[in-house]
């Protein structure tokens, strides 16, 4: 989501109080990037498992943000849940907003 700083300068990096200032001097702040965070669980005793933390889906950007995210959301999800192998597994938090989540239509 910063692609001007290496990532391994977030290992130890410590979120700055003042909200204003950017992350390690930043010159560019994504809203979502199709890098995801991946955890591998594998192993001679266990079965293999890959965690991927995947954005939720949206329909609608705020003001002054980029519609193409729409998009790209989509796609980078479409791509992981399109794979054989899936268990899939929804979080929502606890009195979010849910004005830019897809909502099931009849018809």
Known sequence: MNPSVPASSFVDYVLPVDEVEKPLGSLKQLAFSRNVIVLEISGPDVTDLTL????????????????????????????????????????????????????????
Do not use: A
């Open 52 to 107: 991927v933390d995947l954005p939720g889906i949206i329909q609608n950007v705020g003001k002054g943000e980029d519609k193409g995210n729409i998009g790209l959301v989509e796609d980078l999800v479409k791509s992981y849940i399109s794979k054989d192998c899936l268990i899939l597994l929804v979080l929502t938090m606890k009195g979010g907003s849910r004005s830019c989540q897809p909502t099931e239509r009849e018809g």
